[in-house]
C-alpha cells in the first residue's frame, strides 16, 4: 500500500485549485484570502504559497494593491490551449496505446466508468474525471516531459472543457467520443487513436469558438445598454430650462 503524505500546502493548493476549477470561485473574482483561510482552517502562510502555485499554473494572477484574482476566461487562451493539445496530445495518446500494459487498461477502464457515471446524473466532478480519462490514456507514453506538459494543458483546459459543455446535448457527444477512442486505444489502433483525438480537440474547440462569441456579445450588449440608461437617467435628472417671458 503506497502512503501518500501531503502538506498542509498541498492541501490548500487542491482545495482551492479545486475551487476554482470547478467554478466555486468564478473568472475575474478576486481571491478573498481573510474568508478562504478562515474556511479552510489554516494560516495565510500555506495559503500564499498555494496562490504562488496556482499563478504558476496560469489560474490566478497577483495584481498591485488588489491581491490575487481568478484568471478571465479568454478565446485567445482557449485557441492557445486547444492548439498546443492538438500538436501534442494525439500522438502521446497514440504511443500510449501502443505500450499500455493490462494494468494501465484497467486504469484507463476504470477512469472512463468513472467519467460515465459521472456525466450521466451531470455531476459537477465532470470536467475534473475527463481530464483524469485522457491523462490515463496518455501517461503509458512514458514520455515524462510530454505527461507534465500534458498536465499543465489539461488543467488549463479544464474551465473551457466545462464552458463547452454547458449547451444540452454536448455531453453527449463527448460521452459517445470518448467510448469510441477507449475502444481504439484498448485495441492499440494507434492510427485511429491519433485520428479521434485530433477530431475531439478541434470538435470541442469549434464549439467553445461559438459559446464563447456568444458570451462575450451578450456582455458587451449588456454594458452598451447599461450605459444607454445610465445617460437617459442623466438627462432625465437634468433641470428644465428657464422659461423667459
Not at 495518446?93 to 499500455?100: D, E, P, V
Request: glycine share 4%.
Amino acid at each position: 500500500m503506497k502512503i501518500e503524505v501531503r502538506t498542509v500546502s498541498d492541501q490548500v493548493y487542491s482545495a482551492v485549485r479545486d475551487r476554482i476549477l470547478t467554478g466555486q470561485i468564478r473568472p475575474e473574482t478576486p481571491v478573498r484570502q481573510d474568508a478562504l483561510s478562515a474556511e479552510l482552517g489554516v494560516s495565510k502562510i500555506p495559503l500564499r504559497e498555494a496562490l504562488t502555485r496556482l499563478e504558476q499554473d496560469g489560474l490566478v494572477s497577483s495584481l498591485p494593491n488588489r491581491g490575487y484574482v481568478v484568471r478571465p476566461i479568454t478565446p485567445d487562451e482557449a485557441e492557445e490551449v486547444f492548439a498546443l493539445r492538438v500538436s501534442l496530445e494525439p500522438e502521446a495518446t497514440a504511443l500510449g496505446a501502443a505500450r499500455a500494459d493490462e494494468h494501465q487498461h484497467r486504469v484507463a477502464k476504470t477512469a472512463f466508468d468513472l467519467l460515465e457515471a459521472e456525466s450521466q446524473i451531470t455531476g459537477p466532478h465532470f470536467a475534473v474525471l475527463n481530464r483524469e480519462f485522457h491523462m490515463a490514456l496518455i501517461r503509458p507514453c512514458g514520455r515524462l516531459v510530454t505527461i507534465q506538459l500534458m498536465e499543465r494543458l489539461h488543467l488549463l483546459a479544464e474551465r473551457y472543457v466545462r464552458a463547452h459543455l454547458e449547451p444540452q446535448g454536448r455531453d453527449r457527444r463527448a460521452r459517445a467520443e470518448h467510448a469510441g477512442l477507449l475502444k481504439a486505444w484498448l485495441a492499440g489502433d494507434a492510427a485511429a487513436v491519433r485520428r479521434q483525438v485530433d477530431a475531439h480537440i478541434n470538435g470541442t474547440l469549434a464549439d467553445l469558438r461559438l459559446e464563447l462569441q456568444a458570451k462575450t456579445a451578450a456582455a458587451a450588449s449588456s454594458a452598451s445598454g447599461a450605459k444607454n440608461t445610465a445617460k437617459s437617467k442623466k438627462r432625465s435628472s437634468k433641470p428644465d430650462s428657464p422659461s423667459w417671458c
